[in-house]
Nanobody, 121 residues
Framework: QVQLVESGGGLVQAGGSLRLSCAAS????????MGWFRRAPGKEREFVAH????????YYADSVKGRFTISRDNAKNMIYLQINTLKPEDTAVYYC??????????????WGQGTQVTVSS
């Protein structure tokens, strides 16, 4: 079992920056892929970015490339999402997730409770 706890959300003005954190506990090992997702009001949850636990390989949704950066600190079991130049459309609940599945199309196995990010214009 893996437990994930997000933090760092809040109310931010457009153009500002925010760093979200995800604390992972439990059986985290090199085979995991860690992801960030978000759910905006009235919309379905969407993929934002992922990073492989061992090599640190990253992948981003086209909509966030250039503004979002995912990273991890293996020693601290932490995953981060740096968000720059925030836009009102970034307003959403952001979720941290983990999976051992190698098929990117399959659902993630473990999820955090989410952290709210609200961007004011």
């Amino acid at each position: 079992q893996v437990q994930l706890v997000e933090s760092g959300g809040g109310l931010v003005q457009a153009g500002g920056s925010l760093r979200l954190s995800c604390a992972a506990s439990g059986r985290i090992f090199s085979g995991y892929r860690m992801g960030w997702f978000r759910r905006a009001p009235g919309k379905e949850r969407e993929f934002v970015a992922h990073i492989t636990w061992s090599a640190g390989n990253t992948y981003y949704a086209d909509s966030v490339k250039g503004r979002f950066t995912i990273s991890r600190d293996n020693a601290k079991n932490m995953i981060y999402l740096q968000i720059n130049t925030l836009k009102p459309e970034d307003t959403a609940v952001y979720y941290c997730a983990a999976t051992t599945r190698t098929d990117w199309s399959t659902p993630y196995e473990y999820w955090g409770q989410g952290t709210q990010v609200t961007v004011s214009s």
